[in-house]
């Protein structure tokens, strides 16, 4: 059956340094893969895309890996502050009309 | 701000009631999107439209009725729902076509079933 499984429901680390969120799936083949923050009462924001033909991509602090052959996706944070503190999660998309997301993780940047 | 708007932002409704969930995109998309997010459980998809033609419907039960009557706007109608319904349901919108389906959420509807 497909899954889209991130590491932990919950992680927790201290300002300044790097968070690093894995995203893992089974039986699928996503053309693209996406990551967004959501915040307690609001709706999913995106943040980055990165297709299948890449390896990474950065934009400011935040730096998105993606590995077809380990079927992996890490989503890193450097400096992180407690502004960053959010549920984080990876999306997978096959088509232009549907994408999968997985549960989240909750991230906690304490200061 | 998203350029999603929805309403109303909460509901509570008795499982007899029909109501009906509103969503408005301002942002000139083609596609419109009802997701289903309940605790600790990941988005569910439930409904696609793409230039106002459903494209996709996940085995959602027929007590959930959506309408995209034009591009912008997304109903989705409620009646005879069950308490296991209650949920955050969001709407979203993209441009197919245009880059890999990035999609712009609205607030969500927190759902009550009583």
């Known amino acids: 059956s497909q899954k889209i499984e991130q590491n932990s429901e919950a992680l927790n680390i201290q300002e300044g340094k790097t968070a690093t969120l894995t995203c893992n799936y089974t039986?699928?083949?996503?053309?693209?893969l996406q990551w967004y923050r959501q915040d307690p009462g609001r709706g999913p924001v995106f943040l980055l895309l990165i297709r299948e033909n890449e390896k990474e991509k950065r934009k400011e602090r935040l730096k998105v890996t993606f590995d077809t052959t380990l079927k992996q996706s890490l989503f890193h944070i450097t400096a992180s502050q407690p502004a960053d503190s959010a549920t984080y999660l990876c999306?997978?998309?096959?088509?232009?009309?549907?994408?999968?997301f997985g549960a989240g993780t909750r991230l906690t940047v304490k200061p | 701000e998203t350029g999603v708007t929805q309403t109303p932002r909460h509901l509570v409704m008795g499982m007899t009631n029909k109501k009906s969930l509103k969503c408005e995109q301002h942002l000139g998309h083609n596609a419109m999107y009802w997701y289903k997010q309940s605790a600790k459980k990941p988005l569910e998809l439930m409904f696609v439209?793409?230039?106002?033609?459903?494209?996709e419907n996940n085995s959602v039960p027929s007590r959930f009725s959506p309408e995209c009557p034009n591009s912008s706007h997304l109903f989705l109608h409620l009646h005879t729902l069950q308490p296991e319904d209650s949920a955050l349901y969001l709407c979203?919108?993209?441009?197919?076509?245009?880059?890999?389906?990035?999609?712009?959420f609205g607030p969500g509807t927190r759902l009550t079933v009583l």
């Open positions: 439209y793409s230039l106002e033609e459903r494209v």
């Open positions: 039986n699928y083949s996503p053309a693209y």
């Open positions: 979203a919108s993209s441009q197919v076509g245009l880059r890999a389906n990035e999609q712009f």
């Open positions: 999306a997978l998309g096959e088509n232009n009309n549907d994408m999968r």
